[in-house]
C-alpha cells in the first residue's frame, strides 16, 4: 500500500513537469518529397533497379530457350546425356535465382545502394529538424510518416514546416501550415451559394438568414400621381 502511494505521488508531482516539455511532430515523407536531391537519389536507384531486373529476365529468357531445345531433342538424347542437359539447365536456373536474391533480396544491393543514395538527403533533414528542435525548444519531435500511430494531431505542434524553412524550401502554396499560421476551421469559413434566379432570389437569401439583394424602390422609380385641377 506504501509502495502504491509513493508511486501515485510520484506520478503527480512529475505530472508539471512533463506537461511543461513541449513537443511537436513533423512528416519526413512530406519533406523529403520537396527535396530535389532525395527525388534525384530516387530516380537513380529506381533505374538501377530497372537494369537489373531487365538482366534477370534475360537470363531466365535464355534458361527458357536452353529448356526449349532440350524438350526438342530430347527423342535423340541418351539417358544420360538427358540428365546432364537437365542439371546444366537447373543449374544455370539456381544461379540466376540466387543473383536475384542479393539483388532484390532483403538488405540486397539494391537496398545497400538505395541507402548510399539517400542517406546523405535523410542527414541533411534530420540536422534541420535537431536545429529546429533547439530554436523552439522542443524536447520529443515525432515522425508522422513513421509506423508511429498517430490517431489525431494538432497542427499547432505541426514543425514540418519550420524544418522546410531551415532547408531554404519553404513555400506557402504548396506546404503545410506550420505552427505560427491560424487553421481555419470549416465553421469559420464563410459560406458561399450560387447566384439565385429572379424568382427564386428572395427565399434563397431568406435560407442564409440575410435580407435580400434587391434594391430598394427610389423615389424616381415610383409613379407620380396626379391631382386632378379644379376648374
Known sequence: MKKIVFLMLGLIMLGPVSYAQKFGYVDSEFILSKMPAFLAAQKEADKLADNWQKDIENQYKEIDKLYKSYQ??????????????????????????????????FEGQLFRRRQELIKP?????????????????????????????????????????????????????????????????????????????DMGEEKATQAQGGATNKKPVTDKAQPKKTQNKKK
Open 72 to 105: 526438342a531433342e530430347e527423342v535423340l538424347l541418351t539417358e544420360e546425356m538427358k540428365k546432364k542437359r537437365r542439371n546444366e539447365i537447373a543449374a544455370q536456373e539456381q544461379e540466376v535465382k540466387e543473383s536475384q536474391k542479393r539483388i532484390f533480396g
Open 121 to 197: 538527403v535523410q542527414d541533411e533533414v534530420y540536422d534541420a529538424i535537431e536545429k529546429v528542435a533547439k530554436q523552439k525548444q522542443l524536447q520529443i519531435i515525432f515522425d508522422k510518416s513513421s509506423g508511429l500511430v498517430m490517431l489525431y494531431t494538432n497542427p499547432v505542434h505541426d514543425y514540418t514546416e519550420y524544418v522546410l524553412e531551415a532547408l531554404g524550401l519553404a513555400s506557402p502554396e504548396k506546404n503545410t501550415p506550420g505552427a505560427d499560421k491560424p487553421v481555419i476551421n470549416a465553421a469559420d469559413t464563410p459560406a458561399t451559394t450560387a447566384q439565385p434566379d
